[in-house]
């Protein structure tokens, strides 16, 4: 059964995932369309041997999740899943890994975005990103142009969000690939 807050989790996945392959925008604000990748420049999909629900299983072991599945939206690089102690209280988890994006491109809310590195990867996160209230975002610098994003959704707290996803991208930071 689908609850109506993963369904909008499953929404939100989709239309990310349609705005993410259109522009690329900084946190300054500006939106510069994607450059098509040069084959000499790209290195391939850094994320070829890594299974995102097997991940977000891993990073999520011991709070009490369901195993992560495929997103509707994006099958073959996001994967979520819904820990819920009734009614709104439920908290959404995704995973999206993306080759061929950089961590950095389409941040939605630039005037709340903060930048950050953690164990010397780049990050960036995104509270409140569709101007969801309980919605955190932070999108991660994986290789040179490629990210892995973890999207925390949770009752109306921004900062707890926030928090949860910060304790994700900090498990999940020695499970990508370097460089």
């Known amino acids: ?47 070829a041997d890594r299974n995102q629900c097997a991940l977000l299983d891993q990073i999520l ?10 997103s509707i939206a994006q099958e073959r690089k996001a994967c979520v899943t819904q820990k819920s102690s009734g009614g709104l209280n439920a908290t959404d ?12 491109s389409d941040i939605k809310n630039t005037t709340q975005a903060r930048s950050g590195s953690l164990g010397g990867r780049k990050f960036i996160e995104d509270p409140a990103e569709l101007g969801s209230a309980g919605q955190c975002t932070i999108s991660m610098s994986v290789q040179t142009d490629s990210r892995a994003i973890i999207l925390v959704t949770g009752g109306k707290d921004t900062a707890a969000s926030c928090k ?15 460089g």
């Not at 072991?61 to 495929?70: D, F, I, Q, T």
Request: aromatic share 4%; hydrophobic share 40%.
């Open 93 to 104: 988890v995704a995973l999206l890994l993306q080759e061929d994006q950089r961590y950095d």
């Open 164 to 178: 949860t996803a910060e304790d994700l991208a900090t498990k999940l930071d020695p499970l990508l690939p370097k």
């Open 61 to 70: 072991s011991g709070a009490g999740y369901p195993k992560a599945k495929s």
């Open 1 to 47: 059964m689908i609850t109506t807050r993963t369904s909008r989790l499953l929404v939100l996945l989709g239309a990310g995932a349609i705005a993410l392959t259109a522009c690329d925008k900084s946190v300054n604000g500006k939106a510069t369309p994607n450059a098509p990748a040069s084959p000499s420049a790209s290195t391939g999909n850094p994320f």
